[in-house]
DNA sequence: GGAGGCCGATACCGCGCAGGTATGGGTGCA
DNA sequence: TGCACCCATACCTGCGCGGTATCGGCCTCC
């Protein structure tokens, strides 16, 4: 008996867990089949096989397709997470025998948020002396963390509470409240202050839509919101109003005014990294963030 | 295109990570094998496989064995991690299968710590309304945290700064300061203080030895701790001391002196669960813990 | 009410690959 | 130098994954 008796058997590969996943966000076996590359009866059986072995019911069968169980939504919660974790597995391994050559490290954040932190973080790390190559990667917005789940990066600029940072160490580098931009001339410029509720109700002033994970938008009558400055331009132009963390008011120009916003919350943004991150790259990033 | 047209490819299964690991931990192709229930060229062969579809060397292979190269290091770790998951998924796959019946949750803390707590946490729980059933599991020490990470348990009782709460949503229960538990008679008891070196070195008192996770203990002079109350005996008897936290001191019978150690860490406990658990039992039992 | 369309499930088949046995090649040690 | 102990290679076999063809249920729409 060494240390390995109990052994609850972990029998689910992933090839059966990334079926499982496609039928669930399809909720259709045709299509998830399609999505990934084989045909349809394959895909019914290895499902029936995956329910048969954990002895649950993933899905019920109706004639419009597939719907989750109550196991099949915990499944693919924690099925997604375990996906994530062997993908990261993957890929940092493959970065470690690369970086055997040159070290470097891949930081993503939100484009065209947080400038200031980041020249600043950036700076501060490049003066050390044994800092490697930090690459630097703007994704979409609320991509970050998901980035960072799969290893495609090593650490990350994230904002709570918009960004989920569960499962990732933290440092927090700045808090701050956030203030509501809207064009110069507006009735409500000149206030000291406003609710969300009214920001979001102004007439006229539509608060521009957030890009879902899936880069569609919801449905809604403010413009989509696809470049800040461009959204900027909207604004001065009298067709939407935006709320922001008030660090934004640096970059911006004349034609907006400024009013804080006295109920959204606080946003704090934070550097995180995968636990237990071996990367010297990682420690000194977040050395650096830390003394900012 | 949907919203998968990325695909890095995640081509490891689980029964090569297993593979992977039983190899990494014995260092050894033949034993791994064995522990596997398998001959040793499949096992061989397979590692060559994933060697090869990383890109990376995973190994080198000497005449006494197989020694992890750094992607190897890499690996092990993330891949731990990432079997953990797909252990915990199944796991909570056939919990909530079987919770249809009936929901419960399962709870564990270290045997014979916490139980202040741990009664007063039942107790509050228990009298909430739509409370479900709590199974305790009481672990070896160190081990909790393990539980909550491959599903065997929802919650936790966790002490930092000893387990690991990485990767986990917490909630902080009570800080302590620890004490030293040495025999009545001996001449450090009437001592105002300590220091935690002081405490270690005590003449003719080794402290006692803790397991490791897989259940061996390290070499030293002290007793191997398995029962508190047995380790509480030797104390007594003049073989032993003991730095715990204060909170131990409720159990404390007679023949036994505290001197508080002024330089220990802290201990913390917490209430801790895997972040996005969905189970209303996990949410009543943190509930019921944030009021105590 | 029956025909057709759209589901997923089943039947059947072939091939690839995981896993077995036997053996080779390299290294350290008596 | 021979042996013991590693891991790798060669070769074979059987299972299971994935393919095509088809079935059975349900809804819709003439």
Redesign the interface.
């Known amino acids: 008996m060494?240390?390995?008796q109990r052994r609850?058997l972990?029998?689910?590969?992933?090839?059966e867990?990334?079926y499982f996943v496609a039928v669930a966000?399809e909720s259709h076996v045709g299509r998830a089949a399609e999505?990934l590359g084989m045909a349809q009866p394959p895909l019914s059986r290895a499902i029936a096989a995956l329910e048969r072995r954990?002895?649950?019911?993933?899905f019920t069968r109706t004639p419009q397709g597939m719907v989750l169980t109550?196991?099949?939504?915990?499944?693919l919660?924690?099925?997604r997470?375990?996906?994530a974790?062997?993908?990261?597995?993957?890929?940092?391994?493959?970065r470690?025998?690369a970086s055997?050559t040159r070290a470097s490290v891949v930081l993503t954040a939100k484009a065209g948020a947080s400038s200031e932190i980041m020249a600043k973080l950036l700076d501060a790390y490049a003066a050390e002396p044994d800092a490697v190559d930090v690459e630097v990667v703007l994704s979409p917005p609320g991509h970050q963390a998901l980035m960072l789940r799969d290893?495609r990066a090593d650490v990350a600029i994230l904002h709570r509470p918009f960004d989920?940072t569960?499962?990732?160490?933290v440092d927090e580098l700045v808090v701050e409240d956030q203030v509501l931009i809207l064009p110069a001339g507006h009735p409500a410029s000149t206030r000291e202050s406003i609710t969300f509720d009214e920001a979001r109700t102004l007439p006229d002033l539509p608060l521009p839509r957030w890009p879902h994970l899936?880069?569609t938008y919801p449905d809604g009558p403010g413009p989509e919101l696809r470049d800040l400055t461009q959204v900027l331009q909207l604004v001065r132009l009298g067709r939407t109003a935006l709320v922001l963390p008030e660090s934004a008011r640096a970059n911006l120009r004349d034609g907006l005014a400024v009013v804080p916003v006295l109920d959204a919350p606080r946003v704090t943004t934070v550097i995180a990294w995968p636990?237990?991150s071996?990367s010297v790259g990682v420690a000194g990033l977040v050395r650096a963030a830390s003394r900012l």
């Open positions: 060494g240390a390995g609850t972990v029998v689910v590969e992933t090839r867990l990334r966000e999505r954990l002895g649950a019911a993933l109550g196991p099949g939504e915990t499944l919660r924690e099925g997470v375990a996906l974790a062997i993908e990261a597995a993957e890929r940092r391994t493959r470690t025998a055997a290893g989920d569960s499962g990732f160490d899936d880069g636990p237990h071996t």
